[in-house]
């Protein structure tokens, strides 16, 4: 038992190359890639998640831990790769800022694995998938109130400065312009404000009150920083 335990702290195995030691890279860094998965599909299931990136947490861990395994000794080479293959995913494409951190916890624990360290590979999943957990469950850092970001569009004959305040100070308990931008060639404004809702249920009524001031333009209400919930009018 000693000995099992040694083996599954110390590194040993992996500085061998044979097919026992192959299927234990292999094996653990799956295991680990598929809880992280699994971790990454539950703390999502509200705002969705692709299934591709999903696979790819899966896939990541083995394919980093293999990396490390055949490399052996040359640790930095091997950590050039591995942070390599971490980056390639946000070279193509902008992601939730939290997928950044699953990645790198793929990475992470496929290194580990690769060097034979996997019972503290164990460990260390099993503790960030807590975290991450109890980070989730008590919406840690969350928008407090109804936040959203406003974009109204005006036409470039109408003086948007104080054109909306009443209505805002109607139906929110906190607003503030942000941005300005002429948009068609200067023919139009688009109006930023981030505002806060004093009664969600209301916002129908906001929105018909900027209409009737805005000539029926563009309105864009969104949420805050995420735009995961929109509303168009125009």
Request: with cysteine; hydrophobic share 45%; proline share 2%.
């Amino acid at each position: 038992m000693e000995d099992f335990l040694y083996s599954m702290t110390s590194g040993d195995y992996a500085r061998e190359l044979t097919w026992q030691n192959t299927l234990l890279v292999l094996g653990s860094a799956i295991a680990i890639g598929l809880v992280i998965s699994l971790v990454y599909q539950f703390t999502h299931k509200k705002e969705g998640y692709s299934q591709a990136f999903c696979v790819a947490l899966i896939l990541l861990a083995p394919i980093v831990g293999m990396v490390i395994y055949v490399i052996g000794n040359n640790v930095a080479t091997a950590f050039s790769l591995a942070g390599a293959f971490a980056l390639v995913r946000f070279r193509s494409a902008p992601g939730d800022p939290k997928d950044i951190a699953f990645v790198f916890l793929s990475v992470t624990m496929g290194l580990t694995c690769g060097m034979g360290y996997w019972l503290y590979a164990a460990i260390a999943c099993a503790v960030m998938c807590v975290v991450i957990l109890v980070l989730h469950f008590t919406h840690y850092a969350g928008k407090r109130g109804n936040t959203y970001d406003l974009k109204v569009t005006v036409p470039e004959t109408l003086n948007y400065v104080g054109a909306f305040d009443e209505t805002l100070t109607k139906y929110t308990s906190y607003y503030k312009m942000k941005r300005v931008k002429s948009v068609d060639f200067g023919a139009l404004f688009e109006i930023t404000f981030n505002i806060s809702l004093k009664d969600e249920n209301q916002m129908r009524e906001m929105l018909d009150d900027i209409r009737a001031l805005n000539g029926n333009l563009k309105i864009v209400l969104s949420e805050a920083d995420s735009g995961v919930k929109s509303f168009h009018f125009q």
